[in-house]
């Protein structure tokens, strides 16, 4: 049986996004290294890497679907550049570099978001297709584009911007709200896609929703936790900066205990839901390294 | 032979982008006011009108094309919202109103445009399934994305905000970049989708592609004579701004005489073009609305 491999997975899927990005000696210049600049800026490639693991448990060919791959990375990739600008978070570092508006401009860094996200789309409907069915390649991208609209990773972000400059009335709905769309809907698209491109059942993909679920919660809470005892080397980001901006995370809401103890049972769920399909110990060592990483 | 009734389309699309664009008593609320804030606050909806033309040019239905239609909106206004940013130009009024940042803030403008974006691949990918090939959905999927790339919309747009900051070594080069690219490509890729959808030949293809050139093109050269001589009633926008930003045009590259002679070719290039196709008449009436239009 496979591992879940994330080393080997991270530089697959490092060299598909080189491969697929446009050089910057391609006009106009400047959007193409922007567009460069935030993607090849390192980062962990989980939900790619999640979308593969999920993809050959079902049957499928890795290399065969690394557009997809890449397209999921684009598309969390465009959303870090836009949630850094100053009309939002207002971010000065990422990954331990300078945000790409710092670097860019803002008019730039909201175009090579957009850009990001466009190709996001190219890939999926242009590189697939002697790949996989025309109809699979039409039901993936459409989650795709579902889980990034305003039901899925945008309405996460217009919530967790309008918390902030409102008192919210309701702590742990908003927090769950927030984060099931900002950083779940995403993670949960991209199993999907994996087992919906290698054609898996009704209800292996019920299977595999369930477990994504609680994989994207216990990895935000994770994140939360590791913001409070984290250090700014091992997290390429300013620590302690959720508390400064008194943000609404699974600390400040349930305390750090009770937080490491919803890890702990998102954990646990996951493993459950993994007993109802074979062959899916990668995805238990995936649950393992979300929800019980240390940065 | 039908016309080119643009009262008749704008309506037919009105209405279906009415339907598609989420409720305002959907969660969260803000993002949805804000879409429909700026799709729904007129237009022409000259786009969508040229791809429905296409479309039934070549035996396909209005009504089951209509999905794409909306799409090909929804980018164009997405493309509006962020252009109209103060990061990139910086207006305040758009069609007669203030733009999106001005009354939904900055942070949601940009994510509007964003939701419309994604909506957009979602409306292709979701809502023709049952109307045509899968394939064929895909084909112009990947066009509507390439078109609105780094290749295309984007890539006009980043050419357009560089040389307003920059001396341009060659002007009238880089104003043909410029709406080739911010506006040609989006109505090339609207006509061109009408088309395949509808199942047109190669060489019909090409037709098609060769008229739209000229039809953008006469198109935009139109805009820059109408910011000089039309009035901000009929335009619903600031008149002469162009001027005043000091901002490269056929006027103030050619001169109102030299943007007259060179509108008027591309109207007969457009007619000489749909020689080649039968049934084009509601094409070339298409032509002369956009061209030789005076508001």
Redesign the interface.
């Known amino acids: 049986m496979k591992d879940f491999d994330l080393k080997h997975y991270t530089l697959l899927v490092n060299e598909v996004l080189e491969s697929y990005l ?1 050089n910057t000696n ?3 210049p ?3 290294e922007a ?1 460069r600049y935030s993607v090849l800026a390192g980062g962990k490639r989980l939900r790619p890497s999640l979308a593969i693991v999920a993809h050959e448990m079902f049957g499928g060919n890795a290399l065969s679907f690394l557009p997809a791959a890449a397209a999921i990375e684009l598309i969390h990739t ?1 959303s870090l550049i ?1 949630d850094d ?1 100053p ?2 978070d207002n971010d000065d570092y990422r990954r331990g570099k300078p945000t790409n508006h710092k670097v860019f ?4 860094a ?2 090579a ?3 990001l ?3 996001a ?2 890939l999926m ?2 590189k697939l ?1 002697d790949q996989y ?3 699979r ?3 993936s ?2 989650e795709l ?2 889980a ?4 899925g990773l ?2 996460g ?3 967790d ?2 918390s902030e400059s409102a008192e919210v009335s309701n702590p742990p709905q908003t927090l769950d709200y927030i984060h099931a769309h900002k950083t779940g809907s995403l993670i949960t698209a991209s199993l999907r896609i994996g087992a919906i491109l290698a054609g898996a059942t009704k209800q292996e993909l019920a299977s595999v929703t369930r477990y994504a679920a609680y994989l994207g919660l216990g990895f935000q809470i994770r994140d939360d936790i590791l913001d409070v005892v984290g250090n700014e080397k091992d997290l390429g980001k300013t620590a302690g900066k959720d508390q400064q901006a008194k943000k609404l995370t699974y600390v400040s809401v349930y305390g750090l205990q009770g937080a490491e103890e919803r890890a702990r049972k998102c954990y646990e769920s996951c493993l459950t839901t993994l007993d109802a399909l074979g062959g899916s110990e990668p995805l238990r060592q995936a649950a393992d390294l979300c929800i019980n990483r240390t940065k």
Do not use: K, R
């Open positions: 446009p391609e006009f106009p400047t959007i193409h567009m465009y836009h600008l009309a939002m401009g803002e008019a730039i909201i175009l978001g957009d850009a996200l466009t190709l789309f190219e409907t242009h297709v069915s025309a109809t390649i039409l039901q991208t459409a584009a579902f990034s609209g305003t039901n945008i309405g972000q217009v919530v911007i309008l």
